[in-house]
């Protein structure tokens, strides 16, 4: 059988294009060789969260894999069949916990068996969806693709640190499913998530109380909180602020910093949710706009989303999604409003 063939250049170039494939290939069966994996990053190569990824996949269907060490600027994947069963992995730095999940959880759930998969690592860093992303937004939007997840938070894990950990569980995915998230409808409610862990100061409860106040001043914007201290090994903070509507949704979410006043974030977190509401064509974030590409290929019943902002990201995982045969495509300027549409099959 022939192999798909990847650049590793590919549009951003990053460790997305490696996440997209192994997802795409465990679960269609097709092989690929990926070559210059992150040629342009200031470390190129496979680093720990992405051969964590890979040896996630491999094991849920039986791969031969070759290239899967650190720092290797190629990989070949040829999947095998997907097996349910019960996981465990170690990230061993403060890489994304999540983007293991979302690497993996689609391809256990084309298994007829449930599995249930551990991750170690970072849950709340920079550049990646936190846990709270993936289980209060990500989650939600997936199931109603079909895609049955459950994630368990047992403890948080900051940079540079990690030691978080996170739990998950899938069940057989129901296809084909599709989705239409074109026009997203009234408002129905603002929620937000603060949380702390290991700090001093009420850090938690000021962030929550800004982001709050500056919705109520801004727009006379009621908000439901749910405010948290986190089992952690280090300490850190986290917010984030949730538009639902009625067939639509988008959540935005901060880090703490070192010297960055809790109330500052909160309302920084808040001014994005305010700037989305504006956009009244969009109905989903950038981010979970991304991340919905793969699921909605792998549902077979396609679909459609509106976003407030085509970024390179999205169209690099289109494109990768056009390597494996599939004709996906995005409207609208990078950079500005637009959508996703990918074919059903």
């Known amino acids: 059988m022939s192999l798909v063939s990847i650049d590793g250049e590919l549009g951003e170039g990053g460790g997305q294009i490696l996440r997209t494939a192994l997802t795409l290939s465990a679960v269609t ?29 491999a094991m849920a269907c039986r791969a031969e894999v070759h290239g899967a060490f650190d720092g290797s600027p190629d990989l070949r994947f040829v999947p095998g069949e997907v097996t349910a069963g019960e996981f465990d992995f170690d990230i061993g730095t403060a890489g994304a916990t999540t983007l293991v999940l979302q690497t993996i959880l689609p391809i256990l759930a084309a298994h007829s068996d449930p599995s249930r998969v551990a991750v170690s690592g970072g849950t709340h860093v920079p550049l ?81 109380e800004a982001a709050r106040a500056l919705l109520w001043e ?49 309302e920084r977190a808040a001014r994005r949710v305010l700037r989305f509401l504006d956009d009244e064509e969009a109905s989903v974030d950038p981010w979970l706009a991304d991340q919905l590409a793969v699921p909605l290929v792998l549902a077979r019943g396609g679909g459609r989303l509106t976003t407030s902002n085509v970024t390179l990201h999205l169209e690099t995982v289109t494109q990768v999604l056009r390597q494996f045969g599939i004709d996906a495509g995005t ?15």
């Open 29 to 57: 069966g097709q092989g690929f060789e990926m070559t210059r994996v992150r040629a342009r990053r200031t470390r190129p190569g496979l680093r720990p969260q992405h051969l964590a990824a890979v040896r996630a996949a």
């Open 218 to 266: 801004q727009r006379r914007l009621e908000s439901h909180w749910d405010v948290l201290e986190m089992p952690a090994a280090s300490p850190g903070s986290c917010l984030q602020l949730e538009a639902v509507f009625e067939n639509g949704r988008a959540a935005f979410g901060l880090l703490g910093e070192r010297g960055l006043r809790a109330e500052v974030l909160g």
């Open 128 to 208: 990646s969806p936190s846990f709270h992303f993936v289980a209060r937004h990500w989650v939600p939007v997936v199931g109603q693709l079909g895609l049955r997840v459950r994630v368990v938070l047992e403890r948080a894990g900051f940079v540079p640190r990690g030691e978080g950990r996170v739990r998950a569980e899938t069940s057989a995915w129901t296809r084909p499913t599709t989705l239409d998230l074109t026009r997203r409808g009234s408002l129905v409610e603002i929620r937000g998530l603060s949380a702390s862990a290991r700090l001093k100061g009420d850090v938690a409860r000021r962030q929550c």
């Open 331 to 345: 409207w609208g300027r990078r950079g500005g409003p637009g959508g996703l549409e990918v074919p059903g099959c």
